[in-house]
C-alpha cells in the first residue's frame, strides 16, 4: 500500500506564494507518472501539473508561469510551487502517484483571497 501526505496548504492573499509538498511512502524513481490535481467547490477535480518519465512537466493553462512541479527522489517527495495565487487558484490540491494503478493523498486546502 502506497501512501501520501500533503502538506503546505493555507490561507494567503492574492499574489503570494504557496509550496505544496507530498511526501509518498514508496520510491518515487518506480512510478510512471506523478503529479497534482485540484478540485474547487462544486467543481469536478482538473490537472494542475505533472511530471512522467521520459517527458518534461505539463502545465495546465491556468497555471503556466507560475506554478512549478518538482521532485526530490532521495525525500521521495514531490513539490508544487505557486507563485502569483489568484482567487480562482482556490481548492484543495491532490498530489498522485501512478504506478500498476494510481494512488492519492487525502488533500490540502488553499484558499486565495482577493
Known amino acids: 500500500q502506497v501512501h501520501l501526505v500533503e502538506s503546505g496548504g493555507g490561507l494567503v492573499q492574492a499574489g503570494e506564494s504557496l509550496r505544496l509538498s507530498c511526501v509518498v511512502s514508496?520510491?518515487?524513481?518506480?512510478?510512471?507518472?506523478m503529479g497534482w490535481y485540484r478540485q474547487a467547490p462544486g467543481e469536478r477535480r482538473e490537472p494542475v501539473a505533472d511530471i512522467s518519465k521520459g517527458t518534461g512537466p505539463n502545465y495546465a493553462d491556468s497555471v503556466k508561469g507560475r506554478f512549478t512541479i518538482s521532485r526530490d527522489n532521495a525525500k521521495n517527495t514531490v513539490y508544487l510551487q505557486m507563485n502569483s495565487l489568484k482567487p480562482e487558484d482556490t481548492a484543495v490540491y491532490y498530489c498522485?502517484?501512478?504506478?500498476?494503478?494510481?494512488?492519492w493523498g487525502q488533500g490540502t486546502q488553499v484558499t486565495v483571497s482577493s
Open positions: 498522485y502517484v501512478l504506478g500498476v494503478r494510481y494512488h
Open positions: 514508496a520510491n518515487i524513481f518506480t512510478f510512471t507518472a
